[in-house]
């Protein structure tokens, strides 16, 4: 179904992807974990033995109803946001200790540190400043200069107070900057009283941008998952069986002939753009068109530009999927986690964005 909002604006349609996507028949995984509080818990993640795979557990707090990623040696980071269909999700950094430039995790943990036979890793988008650190760091590959960014975020995020912010960073003890991500840093983010004694990390850091609209959150992705397992048929959704898979003696909920497994969500995305009132029928047979062609059972969402925005980072060069006759199409993920392809159709390339509304299917 299309849902109509009444209060919209008339809506000129420019154009629609469906090359993208392709609808082959899938058998998906049967058992989510419900929500945790306001948080959906896509699979792979696991909040409980029942539900998702056993490989990628989280805490659902039953006090709190949130969500945590409990890490080697004791400490717990805080899920903010979880993108499914990129298997990724978004913590926050551990907590100050009051009144230092010490965090948490240095205190319980000596930093973060992941289970390397867990599927979980450090991505390459997170920016990494440490704070607090021996001057021995001067001579290390990380960069400790007074023009490293780690001092732009001291003084202007807005994040660090001026006390906390005097202890992080001094002549003797520096901040630094690194890229977390590839060897050997993806599995831990090291502290120690002997090295820097705090991190944060930003998220897809633009130094272009304003330092207090830099995004703080650490980011972790997982490795795409096996089929469920299983221990009876009962497990499985219809179009699977459960049977020996490899050679742990586990079972798992194998597709049928003709199906594909698959645990993420592709939808497109078609963007309007505002128009005048001379327009609206052409709208309505475009959305009678869409609502036709509608052959993946999905409902139909109207979206906000400032969404879509965010959705592929304003339209970012590292979200460029390819161009076309049509015009260019962007790789985005929606707040709830799934992946759309985006276009963005010639005639908003020429005239510059407006703020309209826009539509997927
Ligand atoms: C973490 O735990 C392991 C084993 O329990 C221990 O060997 C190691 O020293 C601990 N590391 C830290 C930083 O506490
Ligand atoms: C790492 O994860 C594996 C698999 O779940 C588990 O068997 C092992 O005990 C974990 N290691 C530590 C140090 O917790
Ligand atoms: C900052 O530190 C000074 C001395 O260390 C202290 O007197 C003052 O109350 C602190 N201010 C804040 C806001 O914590
Ligand atoms: C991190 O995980 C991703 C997804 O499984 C994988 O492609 C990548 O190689 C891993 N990186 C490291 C350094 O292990």
């Not at 179904?1 to 090359?19: D, E, Q, R, V, W």
């Not at 798992?252 to 645990?263: A, P, V």
């Not at 309007?272 to 869409?290: F, I, N, V, W």
Request: net charge positive.
């Amino acid at each position: 179904m299309i849902t109509t909002n009444s209060t919209a604006k008339p809506l000129f349609l420019l154009g629609y992807i469906c090359s993208l996507l392709s609808f082959g028949h899938y058998c998906y995984p049967q058992k989510t974990c419900p929500n945790c509080g306001s948080i959906e818990v896509p699979y792979p993640l696991s909040t409980n033995p029942n539900c998702g795979d056993p490989n990628y557990r989280l805490r659902c707090d039953p006090q709190s109803q949130k969500l945590y990623f409990d890490t080697l040696n004791g400490s717990s980071y805080l899920v903010l946001r979880i993108m499914a269909s990129f298997q990724r999700m978004v913590v926050q950094p551990s907590p100050w200790v009051s009144g230092t430039c010490v965090t948490q995790d240095m205190l319980v943990s000596e930093g973060l540190r992941l289970n390397q036979t867990l599927p979980f890793n450090v991505t390459t988008s997170n920016t990494i400043f440490l704070f607090n650190c021996s001057p021995r760091l001067f001579v290390s590959p990380l960069n400790c200069t007074p023009s490293s960014l780690c001092h732009s975020f001291l003084e202007s995020s807005g994040h660090v107070n001026k006390n906390r912010s005097l202890q992080c960073s001094s002549s003797l003890n520096p901040c630094c900057t690194f890229i977390a991500g590839g060897m050997p840093s993806a599995y831990k983010i090291r502290l120690h009283s002997s090295g820097c004694k705090a991190f944060r990390s930003i998220l897809n850091l633009d130094p272009e941008r304003p330092v207090s609209q830099w995004e703080e959150g650490l980011e972790i992705q997982w490795a795409s998952p096996l089929e469920p397992i299983c221990k009876t048929q009962l497990d499985c959704s219809g179009a699977s069986k459960c049977l020996p898979a490899g050679t742990n003696s586990l079972f798992r909920c194998l597709c049928n002939k003709g199906y594909h497994w698959d645990h993420g969500h592709v939808m497109g995305v078609v963007i309007l753009r505002k128009s005048t009132h001379a327009t609206q029928a052409k709208l309505a047979r475009a959305r009678e068109d869409m609502l036709k062609s509608s052959n993946v059972g999905k409902t139909a969402r109207m979206f906000q530009l400032k969404d879509i925005k965010k959705a592929t980072n304003s339209f970012s060069k590292d979200r460029f999927l390819g161009s076309g006759g049509f015009g260019e199409v962007y790789k985005g993920e929606l707040q709830d986690g799934t992946v759309v392809a985006i276009k963005l159709a010639k005639v908003v390339l020429q005239k510059k964005w407006q703020e309209g509304d826009i539509y997927s299917s």
